[in-house]
């Protein structure tokens, strides 16, 4: 239990660093580069967001049950690490293609090559930031150290070189030179302090790996439609001012979930570890209690909170705030028994089938607004509310009917 506090601290470290910079880049951003600007920044984010996940593949969740199994065995652990780096790289190298493609026809007037350039930036920064590996032998003190550097250097080149509303695209570009210097770092470690050998993994290793990232991979998409779609739906059928904002409020909504994040991302491969829920059930009281404070809080607070980033009163923005916020009270408890409970005693596929179930309901919530032509912030925060109440609603009868004690 003392390690996983100890990883629980430097994550919440991180979180720190997370949280503190964007309030004082976010609010510069807003004014040196006007909300539509940055409307369009975030599109742009969100897209290479997507291009990343490809990447990614699942790995995030495969590899940190593969590396918490594999950790008292170096040369196992070796080859799991290398064949997950190689898989990476062929998926990156494929989506990269795939996205030069679009550049060279032009298929989208915001896909250029600035956005090219930002997303080949973010896709190395990604597979060079091995989260999944620290996160299997729970040594979070390096994930921490490599985000701080990350968001410090990101931090350090906005306020060096955004000076004016065309800047736009150098804050995508940025945000992929940081994870790249984390990167580095983190690579330092592994080989130099961890003694990770440099190999050219097998095939069929790679292909194993592959292999069991693939239910991970469709769950993750499923999950990222509903949370990471909005923008794209808004940046496509709302006004920029409309994006702009709700950008803004869903910044505050994925800030408040990071604070439970660290306590997910510690539990989930000590879980995983020890086969024990003891732990489990102390820490999932205290969160389930944080989080209904700091939401009651934050929802009382929301027209305050807005105008702290936006620096004027927009009453729209506020109650699309609460309506995420509501959501949040559902987020915390299903993703705590998702993969730590479910999917870490061999009942992932019930935790993917219910991001599936999210996914669909989301599809048809939007395709209706579409249709309606009625498609704005309002509207999307509402879904968003919806889909995590589904989801939630299915895990915890899973949970029960698998009869999981997760409160006693």
């Known amino acids: 239990m003392k390690g996983f506090l100890n990883n629980v601290g430097y994550l919440y470290l991180l979180q720190g660093v997370s949280y503190f910079l964007p309030l004082v880049t976010m609010p510069y951003l807003i004014i040196t580069l006007g909300l539509e600007n940055y409307g369009r920044v975030t599109l742009a984010i969100a897209v290479a967001n997507y291009v990343t996940i490809a990447v990614d ?19 196992k652990t070796e080859i799991v690490f290398w064949s997950i780096i190689y898989a990476k790289l062929i998926f990156a190298g494929l989506v990269l293609i795939v996205t030069f493609i679009g550049i060279y026809w032009e ?35 390096q994930v921490a150290v490599s985000g701080v550097i990350n968001k410090i250097i990101f931090s350090v080149l906005i306020f060096s070189c955004v000076n004016r509303s065309t800047d736009f695209w150098f804050v995508a570009i940025f945000q992929g030179i940081g994870g790249i210097c ?25 292909r194993n790996q592959i292999k069991c990232a693939v239910p991970y991979f469709f769950s993750r998409i499923a999950v990222s439609f509903y949370t990471s779609a909005n923008l794209l739906v808004l940046g496509a059928f709302a006004t920029t001012y409309e994006t702009g904002y709700y950008a803004v409020v869903e ?11 660290p306590i997910v991302q510690a539990i989930y491969p000590l879980v995983a570890y020890t086969k024990k829920l003891d732990s489990f059930r102390r820490v999932f009281r205290v969160v389930i209690l944080i989080n209904t404070i700091s939401l009651l809080i934050g929802i009382y607070f929301a ?96 949970v029960k009917g698998l009869k999981f004690e997760i409160l006693s």
């Open 57 to 75: 593949f699942g790995f995030n969740l495969s590899a940190v049950l593969a590396i918490s199994k594999l950790r008292n065995d170096l040369k």
């Open 251 to 261: 910044k505050v909504y994925n800030g408040l979930q990071g604070v439970y994040g």
């Open 303 to 398: 027209p305050n909170i807005v105008m702290v980033f936006t620096k004027v009163y927009i009453a729209d923005a506020s109650i699309c705030l609460r309506l995420l916020l509501v959501a949040c009270f559902f987020v915390a408890p299903s993703v705590l028994i998702g993969y730590p409970v479910l999917g870490t005693f061999g009942h992932q596929d019930a935790v993917n089938r219910s991001a599936m179930i999210g996914a669909a309901i989301y599809s048809v919530l939007v395709i209706g607004m579409i249709s309606k032509g009625e498609v704005n912030a309002g509207y999307i925060s509402g879904t968003v509310l919806v889909v995590e109440v589904c989801v939630f609603i299915f895990r915890i009868a899973m």
């Open 107 to 141: 298929l989208f007037a915001w896909l250029d090559y600035y956005f090219g350039l930002a997303v080949l930036l973010m896709v190395l920064g990604n597979i060079m930031m091995p989260v999944w590996f620290f996160q299997g032998i729970e040594e979070m003190k």
């Open 182 to 206: 984390g990167g580095i770092y983190a690579f330092y470690i592994i080989l130099s302090r961890m003694h990770l050998g440099i190999g050219i993994p097998a095939f069929f290793e790679i």
